[in-house]
């Protein structure tokens, strides 16, 4: 029997709220923290919630971080049930495990650690500071914890790691492990991924009144621009590569999860400082990317499509291009979830009932999709066939991330029942 969806935008959010509550903040609080070192688990079996590692990915540690510090502040102003002061504690031992055992001595950001902070190669040879991306999600955990404790000096190590990121951008040093990019491509995940960092190190600024925190948030508006300038194509879709090879896979191809992610950065940043013509380049990139990337079939929004919907074809030459035909077709939980935040970000932003119908057909398909069926487990079976169907398929990190389902769900309770402004308004 399928879901029935919220007749009102209060049901709506305490839909959500619930759900976090009872499904997925307890499967991480009881199932994942690490009470001894620090940090948390997430190399767990998708369906039964059993721990099958205690390897952790430092990529996972700052999500973690950015997660419970803000359900601390959610608690706080009494959007969530919880005890602030115990997610605090987890949010603050997260971090300092990342300070302590996260960076090489050059200060990047270590990909992978033992549980009790041991340095690991993926593979021999290949070394520890292996993506920048670990490095942007440790800078998101830091800036989180910055906010909801006050301490400056989570904000200064954030901001230190940050400086060093875009130094190692600009020189072309920055890794990209386990997915790198042929020389002389430039993508999308570039000014997306920091668009997001530097509006979260924007917001800790912010809130420890830091004298950089006008810089950064420029520095935000500049990558929101160069992901609109660069990569927004006339139809509204977001090309994910601009390469000098000639490879058609890697720059024509749609990646429908990753543009809607992308789009509720650029909405919080764009409402932020009153741009208006952000916000509608935003809605149009958002309503053409789900009528591409949704499956009339089958329903749910496909991993990869081309730019009239069709399924990606070969040949391949990189291992980007390998994940792109071997999981086209797959359902997976992390774009329902940013969809289901993006469309109801834009849908209050610009008032288009358009953008509130895409959300009651994907909070459809989503709920009656990957939750998972024993309520004694909880979360979500996050990866699924293109008929709905649980497989075992690793992507991205062997791991079970808890990110992007909690965070979404957060900060939809946040706009439904606090208002817009808190995430789209200024700081």
């Not at 386990?178 to 509006?199: D, F, Q, R, W």
């Not at 979260?200 to 621009?225: I, K, N």
């Not at 749609?254 to 509608?280: C, K």
């Not at 009239?308 to 797959?330: M, Y």
Request: charged letters at 25%; glycine letters at 8%; a negative charge.
């Amino acid at each position: 029997m399928s879901n029935v969806y919220p007749s009102s935008q209060a049901e709506l959010a305490r839909f959500y709220r619930e759900h976090l509550e009872t499904s997925l903040l307890p499967f991480w609080l009881t199932r994942a923290i690490d009470h001894e070192h620090g940090g948390v688990f997430t190399c767990i079996e998708n369906s039964t919630g059993k721990r099958v590692s205690d390897d952790k990915f430092v990529w996972s540690q700052g999500r973690f971080a950015w997660l419970m510090a803000h359900a601390a502040d959610m608690v706080r102003r009494g959007l969530l049930s919880g005890d602030a002061d115990e997610y605090i504690d987890i949010a603050k031992k997260t971090a300092d495990f990342i300070l302590k055992h996260g960076y090489t001595d050059d200060g990047h950001a270590i990909f992978l650690l033992t549980a009790d902070g041991q340095k690991k190669e993926t593979k021999p040879g290949d070394g520890y500071d292996i993506s920048y991306f670990v490095d942007c999600f440790a800078i998101i955990g830091l800036s989180g914890v910055a906010s909801v404790t006050g301490d400056a000096s989570y904000a200064e190590a954030a901001l230190r790691n940050y400086d060093d990121v875009k130094r190692r951008l600009a020189d072309g040093s920055a890794r990209t492990e386990p997915y790198p990019m042929p020389a002389g491509c430039k993508t999308h995940s570039t000014p997306m991924i920091m668009l997001n960092v530097s509006e979260t190190l924007e917001r800790a600024l912010f809130d420890v009144d830091h004298p950089r925190r006008d810089s950064v948030g420029q520095d935000a508006l500049g990558y929101m621009d160069e992901l609109l300038d660069t990569f927004m194509l006339p139809s509204g879709l977001i090309q994910e590569a601009i390469c000098e090879c000639d490879n058609r896979l890697l720059t024509t191809h749609v990646n429908p999860g990753h543009t809607v992610e992308s789009m509720w950065f650029l909405l919080e940043q764009a409402g932020r400082y009153g741009r208006q013509d952000a916000i509608e380049a935003a809605r149009k990139v958002i309503k053409a990317t789900l009528t591409v990337g949704w499956d009339e079939e089958y329903g749910g929004i496909m991993r990869y499509v081309m730019p009239d919907g069709t399924s990606p074809v070969g040949p391949s030459e990189s291992a980007s291009e390998d994940l792109i035909l071997d999981t086209w077709h797959t359902k997976i939980w992390w774009p329902h979830s940013e969809a289901l935040y993006t469309t109801a970000l834009a849908g209050l932003l610009t008032g288009d009932e358009d953008l509130w119908q895409w959300h009651e057909k994907i909070w459809q398909y989503t709920f009656d999709t990957f939750p998972n069926p024993d309520p004694s487990i909880g979360e979500w079976i996050n990866i699924r066939d293109r008929q709905g169907n649980p497989i075992e398929k690793v992507v991205g990190l062997p791991v079970k991330d808890p990110f992007h389902i909690i965070r979404n769900l957060m900060l939809l309770v946040e706009v439904l029942d606090d208002g817009v402004e808190r995430r789209a308004g200024p700081l």
